[in-house]
């Protein structure tokens, strides 16, 4: 029987629902909630997570439907619910508190504040017996040791509000200069880290799929040649795509993997990540024509199309990792239960996969994954490559209808501009290694998706869903949509998209933009005032969004020629130096544009008739530095103005605003580039 709904029920984030009928008496984060807290001089618990969240789930189960639990909570604290993934300006700001109390981070993230939301301890997930004593002790100790926890919280947010320049120490160089070379002990360092076996760096536990970080080493072996990159590239893709962590029936990738082999996930799928190893999995193909990635991307951008994509062009953010309370169940198989729908077929497919009897994992389930290349196995059992993939096909197409009709797990079903970025990047990624006409549809159906339905005039919108939008823009809605709009206007030479990238640039530059130490914050001027205001730098499963940012600026600096952007790149990337020379890993978005800030800038105009021919020869090759710029009939941007040779189709190379003799073909073309 459901309890009476609190207050959640009211809101749209299939998060904070999951938590609508909890006895818990739950506020969504606002004026309501803190008014509360100040009237009634109570302590704020804010707990913090989001839908496709296993220990999120758990502990609800345990603690917040436990009556004996949320009784406490109700009586001495005023208790919020918080979707990181709706609000990652307040995820950032609880989450550094947490660490700075000596946490490892986490969700579900557990913070308790003073009445003025500063915040003195908290933690990540707790069993309900622990649940239980921790707030018995934070009422009692507010009670009774107010003054104290006052004290470390005026502490913790002093800590809070010192900016990341200052605690890094990340300043600007005056005409900062790049070179290649500079990279090359940083790279040497991280290459001591490499799983020379199973790809990744070696950790005790938990393998994250860090695209940002694989982007860098694929562009570090393009401009240096160093093979030991590129192989470790090769295998960590390899064994990704081997592994586990890949859904090898339906596509797409699961979130990370809890072991050091790719082999076991967490079993919920990101709409970001998915994004993000499109566009890692197509650049890769464009280096080693490996079909492995080629199946990786079409399968994954299926699995996008199908399970993640709305009828209005937008995409969801999650499917979870649970079905029926348990992790993983969807995706899961008996020996036996492949056997009887396969019949006769079922013994390669089960081979081929590493499927056993006893179960390769929990229960006598199996994890479908593989262990050796196609040429390999067809060799070891006697049958053709081409026979080996028909027969993998179609007992996998049979497996893929019959998991259809389990219980699936459920979706998050928000729509957030910053991941939607992300994606229309992979898409357009992916069309530009292919040429694959469905993969431009889906770009350009989501580019107008978030054009029409979450921007209003210049200002984009953070969340989607129901026909509605909330939530004001943060930095990483601009940073990634102005990127994915850049990567569409390249491979279509619409300059609708470029203006759209121009216009929100504009926006971002004068609402975000610090001109003091010359990042951007996360929050606009505009935005609710919270106790800091934070400016994300680092690198992680998505790159930062200022590093995001940097390439944009870098981009439409040059796409229309505003030497402001350009610069406000390079300082902003001249700040990030010491990092680089430091911490590769964690700065490796701006690692990428460390090297084409050194390379230089290949700045391409391609002019005629035959433009769009000649940009997908031309993106054959892997020229990371290059940015495109294209008409058919002429054009007044600066890159193309006064460029239209009648009849002809003629392609301009420039660096360093000195431009080579126009050529009509690709291979010309090349030979400036890459000089």
Request: negative net charge; proline residues 3%.
């Amino acid at each position: 029987m459901k309890h009476t709904p609190n207050r959640l029920i009211n809101e749209s984030s299939p998060y904070l629902l999951q938590h609508a009928y909890n006895p818990v008496q739950w506020y969504p984060w606002g004026k309501e909630a803190l008014d509360l807290a100040a009237s009634q001089d109570k302590p704020i618990l804010v707990s913090i997570g989001y839908a496709a969240c296993h220990w999120c789930h758990v502990m609800e189960k345990e603690s917040f439907e436990n009556h004996d639990i949320a009784d406490i909570m109700n009586e001495w604290f005023v208790c919020i619910k918080i979707d990181r993934e709706e609000r990652p300006d307040l995820d950032q700001i609880y989450m550094d508190a947490v660490q700075q109390m000596g946490v490892h981070g986490g969700w579900p993230l557990n913070v308790f504040l003073t009445p003025e939301t500063k915040p003195f301890w908290g933690g990540t997930y707790f069993r309900p017996e622990q649940w239980h004593q921790v707030l018995r002790e934070i009422a009692k100790a507010y009670r009774h040791n107010k003054a104290e926890l006052l004290r470390s919280a005026e502490a913790f947010t002093e800590g809070l509000q010192r900016t990341e320049t200052e605690k890094y120490k990340l300043f600007a160089q005056e005409n900062p200069t790049f070179d290649i070379a500079t990279l090359k002990a940083p790279f040497e360092r991280l290459a001591q880290q490499f799983d020379h076996q199973h790809g990744g760096l070696q950790r005790a536990a938990n393998k994250f799929p860090m695209p940002s970080l694989y982007l860098f080493l694929l562009r570090y072996f393009a401009f240096t040649d160093d093979k030991q990159a590129f192989q470790h590239l090769n295998t960590t893709l390899t064994e990704m795509a081997y592994g586990g962590i890949y859904d090898h029936l339906g596509g797409g990738f699961a979130r990370y993997s809890v072991d050091s082999q790719w082999f076991v996930p967490h079993f919920e799928k990101m709409l970001y990540d998915n994004a993000q190893l499109i566009s890692l999995y197509s650049e890769a193909f464009t280096v080693t024509s490996d079909k492995l990635y080629r199946g990786v991307v079409f399968e994954t951008i299926n699995f996008v199309k199908r399970e993640l994509m709305s009828s209005e062009g937008g995409f969801y953010s999650a499917l979870d990792a649970d079905s029926e309370g348990e992790e993983g169940k969807f995706y899961v198989w008996e020996q036996a239960e492949i056997e009887q729908i396969l019949g006769n077929d079922a013994q390669l497919f089960l081979e081929y996969y590493n499927v056993d009897e006893e179960g390769n994992w929990e229960h006598g389930k199996n994890i479908l994954h593989r262990r050796l290349p196609d040429s390999m196995f067809a060799q070891l059992h006697g049958v053709s490559k081409s026979d080996l993939f028909a027969h993998v096909s179609a007992c996998s197409k049979i497996l893929l209808q019959h998991r259809a009709s389990r219980v699936r797990p459920s979706l998050d079903d928000k729509i957030l501009a910053s991941w939607n970025g992300l994606m229309l990047k992979g898409l357009v990624d992916a069309y530009r290694a292919f040429d694959e006409p469905l993969m431009l549809k889906m770009a350009l159906d989501n580019a107008r998706f978030l054009k029409e339905k979450m921007t209003d005039g210049q200002q984009l919108f953070h969340s989607y869903k129901n026909g509605k939008t909330s939530i004001k823009g943060f930095l990483e809605d601009y940073a990634a949509v102005i990127q994915g709009y850049v990567a569409l206007y390249q491979a279509t030479f619409d300059e609708t998209w470029l203006l759209e990238a121009k216009n929100l640039m504009a926006f971002a530059v004068q609402e975000f933009y610090d001109e003091t130490d010359k990042f951007f914050f996360f929050t606009a001027r505009n935005a609710e005032r919270l106790i800091a205001d934070k400016k994300e730098l680092f690198d992680s499963v998505i790159p930062a969004s200022n590093s995001i940012m940097a390439h944009n600026l870098y981009a439409l600096g040059t796409l229309l020629y505003i030497p402001d952007y350009v610069q406000k790149a390079e300082t902003m990337l001249s700040s990030v130096v010491k990092m680089l020379e430091t911490d590769l890993q964690y700065v490796s978005n701006w690692a990428s544009l460390y090297l084409c800030a050194a390379k230089s800038v290949a700045e391409v105009a391609i002019v005629g008739k035959n433009a769009q021919r000649l940009r997908r020869d031309l993106d054959k090759v892997y020229i990371p530095n290059k940015v495109v710029a294209g008409s058919v009939q002429g054009s007044d941007l600066p890159l193309l103005e006064n460029r239209l040779v009648e009849g002809q189709t003629l392609v301009y190379v420039c660096k360093n605003h000195a431009c080579q003799q126009p050529v009509a073909s690709v291979q010309e073309a090349l030979k400036q580039i890459l000089v």
